[in-house]
């Protein structure tokens, strides 16, 4: 199928929910769970939430600018959640560990400025729990 085909929508949609655990350019999983929650939207699926924990969290940074002739993944998961209305949730116990954190946390430890995008939002493992009992499928990309 051509890239500018639409793909005819599916007869019973299913509702998934997405984990991602790996760095945005160590691994393909980010790469990977982003092109699939592409498709599925495009084909009538729903997307529950996507979840990102350890290194995964990472994406949710606005300080990072990839080279230009590769693929911004942090902008593209981003245009996933502003055009989509894909809600991205980051684990907020690997989050603070790895210094992505929202402005109520750089207040609240009393930290310089904070570096996390509007579009994720800070949480914990509750909402993967979550995520998983109200979908018909949760997914893990990375290992």
Not at 17 to 46: K, N
Not at 126 to 140: F, H, K, N, Y
Request: aromatic content about 6%.
């Amino acid at each position: 199928m051509a890239q500018n085909e639409a793909a005819e929508p599916v007869l019973n949609p299913m509702i998934f929910s997405i984990h991602v655990v790996t760095s945005p350019y160590s691994h393909q999983s980010a790469l990977t769970a982003l092109r699939f929650c592409q498709a599925s939207l495009a084909t009538g699926h729903q997307i529950k939430r996507v979840f990102f924990s350890g290194d995964g969290v990472l994406v949710g940074t606005g300080l990072a600018s990839p080279p230009q002739d590769e693929v911004d993944l942090y902008r593209a998961w981003q245009s996933l959640a502003r055009d989509q209305g894909v809600e991205l949730v980051v684990c907020i116990s690997a989050c603070l560990r790895r210094g992505i954190i929202n402005a109520t946390e750089a207040e609240r430890y009393e930290k310089p400025g904070h570096n996390l995008t509007d579009e994720f939002v800070l949480s914990g493992l509750g909402q993967l729990v979550e995520a998983g009992l109200e979908s018909d499928r949760l997914i893990t990309f990375g290992a």
